[in-house]
């Protein structure tokens, strides 16, 4: 009798779910959701086995065989060409932005009063947090603050008006994606991840 699978701890939210060399490639290869994780964690954020088997809350033999079958189907699809679909079984997604308004947000920037997280399930807010922004009246650099606050909260997505480069490619090193937007209310919020 098989065992029953654990579930797994995912955290990153694929940006992008279908990959083809051509349009007209033939065959489908498709990622589990745990599987690109196990990628994300080891080959992308360059964790040991251990720490990344930890990350998933899997035993580290278990996170070696997820691993191991991610890169056989990728080597595949590369090798003889086959369209590669990525499964995306997070349920949510959680998108953190600054403003100076908590309750109705507004005008978003990277100095603003507070940083707000929003997890958003079925085109719904599900849970909400806001925290004093260590960028307000601060020189700091947004790359050396930010990426690690973002993280603790497990964000998948950063909205901001505007970003520099070294602080787009530190969220992005920590599977954060951005998206540009000047202002967000909670319709709209909710609107862009349908």
């Known amino acids: 009798m098989a065992r029953l699978k654990s579930k797994r701890e995912l955290?990153?939210?694929?940006?992008?779910?279908?990959?083809?060399?051509?349009p007209d490639s033939t065959g489908l290869i498709n990622l589990h959701h745990e599987e690109i994780e196990a990628i994300y964690l080891m080959d992308f954020k360059g964790m040991y086995q251990e720490e990344a088997a930890a990350s998933m809350g899997?035993?580290?033999?278990?996170?070696?065989?997820?691993?191991?079958?991610?890169?056989?189907?990728?080597?595949?699809?590369?090798i003889l060409g086959k369209k590669l679909h990525v499964e995306d079984d997070k349920e949510s997604v959680?998108?953190?932005?600054?403003c100076d308004d908590f309750?109705?947000?507004?005008?978003?920037?990277?100095?603003?009063?507070?940083?707000?997280?929003?997890?958003?399930q079925d085109a719904k807010?599900?849970?909400?947090?806001?925290?004093?922004?260590p960028l307000f009246n601060s020189n700091a650099k947004p790359a050396m603050v930010i990426p690690d606050a973002l993280l603790s909260k497990k964000v998948n997505y950063f909205l901001t008006d505007?970003?520099?480069?070294?602080?787009?490619?530190?969220?992005?090193?920590?599977?954060v994606f951005t998206i540009l937007k000047n202002r967000v209310d909670k319709?709209?919020?909710?609107s862009i991840f349908l």
């Open 103 to 120: 309750e109705n947000f507004g005008e978003l920037g990277n100095r603003k009063k507070y940083i707000i997280t929003v997890e958003i």
């Open 58 to 78: 899997v035993s580290r033999p278990t996170f070696s065989r997820i691993v191991k079958n991610a890169r056989v189907k990728m080597a595949t699809a590369l």
């Open 162 to 175: 505007n970003i520099g480069e070294g602080f787009k490619n530190s969220l992005y090193a920590n599977g």
């Open 187 to 190: 319709e709209t919020l909710t």
């Open 11 to 22: 955290f990153f939210k694929p940006k992008y779910r279908d990959f083809s060399p051509t």
């Open 125 to 133: 807010i599900k849970k909400m947090e806001y925290a004093k922004n």
């Open 94 to 98: 959680v998108v953190a932005f600054m």
